[in-house]
């Protein structure tokens, strides 16, 4: 074998072992997203979010509702969340952040969030349509039907330096 294919397995298991622990990550909340994600240049992600109806998701469950796990689960994402797992994360906060991007205490780090695959491999999630249909499904007594394209435009916040 040789050094380039050696490494290169190396490299594998080290990239599997985080994903086996990523398991273990923990929810830090929005306000931590926020120090880096809320710049107008790069997309304010935190500002977008913070006027979406995530955020506002536990405003809607009136009287016994709050505290119901039944309605918890797909509008709180602190209280829907292991319990252990639960850093700064709020109840408050509804559909954060990390419901869609994963716990975020592995990868939130300048050094580890400016690599892609080294982010991913602590965690950090890019959402697809199946990551939505989590919550937006007809267990929802309220469901709508989804239609990924509309629902995404209304919640966008790509960076606009990207492209
Ligand atoms: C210490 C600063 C910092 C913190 C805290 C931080 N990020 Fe990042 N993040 C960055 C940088 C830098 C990049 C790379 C530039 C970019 O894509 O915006 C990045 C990239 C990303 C990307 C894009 C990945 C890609 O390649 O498409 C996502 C998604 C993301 N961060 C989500 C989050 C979430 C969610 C949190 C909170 C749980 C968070 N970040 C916390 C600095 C940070
Ligand atoms: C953890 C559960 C959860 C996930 C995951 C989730 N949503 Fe939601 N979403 C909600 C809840 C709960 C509401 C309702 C908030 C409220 O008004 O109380 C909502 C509302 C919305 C709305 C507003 C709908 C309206 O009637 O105005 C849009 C748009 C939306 N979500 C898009 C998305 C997209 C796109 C994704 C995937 C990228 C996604 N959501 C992932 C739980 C979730
Ligand atoms: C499977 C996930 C899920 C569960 C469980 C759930 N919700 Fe929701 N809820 C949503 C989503 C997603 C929306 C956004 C509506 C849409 O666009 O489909 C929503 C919207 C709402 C709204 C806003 C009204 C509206 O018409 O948009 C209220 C109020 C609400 N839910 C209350 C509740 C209550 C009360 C419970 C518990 C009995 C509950 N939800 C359980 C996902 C869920
Ligand atoms: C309802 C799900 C959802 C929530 C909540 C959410 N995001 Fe995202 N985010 C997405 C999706 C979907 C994308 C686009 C992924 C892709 O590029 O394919 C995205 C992309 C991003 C990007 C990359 C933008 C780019 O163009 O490079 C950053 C950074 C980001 N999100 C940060 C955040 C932060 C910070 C929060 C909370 C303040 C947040 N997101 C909340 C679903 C979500």
Same mark, same amino acid.
């Given at each position: /074998?040789?050094? *380039?294919? &050696? @490494?290169?397995?190396?490299? +594998?298991?080290?990239? @599997?072992?985080?994903?086996? @622990?990523?398991?273990?990550?923990?929810?830090?909340?929005? #306000?931590? $997203?926020? /120090?880096?994600?809320?710049?107008?240049?790069?997309?304010?992600?935190?500002?977008?979010?913070?006027? !979406?109806?995530?955020?506002?998701? /536990?405003?809607? +469950?009136?009287?016994? %509702?709050? #505290?119901?796990? *039944?309605?918890?689960? $797909?509008? !709180? #994402?602190?209280?829907?969340?292991?319990?252990?797992?639960?850093?700064? &994360?709020?109840?408050?906060?509804?559909?954060? $952040?990390?419901?869609?991007?994963?716990?975020?205490?592995? =990868?939130? #780090? !300048? !050094?580890? /969030?400016?690599?892609?695959? &080294?982010?991913?491999?602590?965690? &950090?999630?890019?959402? %697809?349509?199946?990551? $939505?249909?989590?919550?937006?499904?007809?267990?929802?007594?309220? =469901?709508?039907?989804?239609?990924?394209?509309?629902?995404?435009?209304?919640?966008?916040?790509?960076?606009?330096?990207?492209?």
């Amino acid at each position: /074998m040789n050094y *380039k294919k &050696l @490494f290169f397995l190396l490299g +594998l298991a080290v990239i @599997f072992s985080s994903v086996a @622990f990523a398991q273990n990550n923990k929810y830090i909340g929005a #306000t931590k $997203c926020k /120090m880096c994600h809320n710049k107008a240049t790069t997309g304010e992600q935190y500002k977008k979010w913070a006027a !979406s109806p995530h955020a506002k998701a /536990m405003e809607s +469950l009136k009287g016994a %509702d709050a #505290t119901n796990p *039944k309605c918890l689960k $797909c509008h !709180s #994402t602190a209280a829907a969340a292991d319990p252990k797992l639960v850093g700064s &994360l709020k109840v408050s906060e509804g559909v954060s $952040c990390e419901s869609c991007h994963g716990a975020g205490s592995a =990868y939130k #780090t !300048s !050094s580890i /969030m400016k690599k892609r695959e &080294l982010s991913v491999a602590k965690g &950090l999630i890019i959402p %697809d349509e199946k990551v $939505c249909k989590k919550c937006h499904n007809e267990e929802s007594p309220n =469901y709508k039907g989804f239609n990924f394209k509309e629902y995404y435009a209304k919640i966008a916040h790509n960076n606009p330096a990207k492209k």
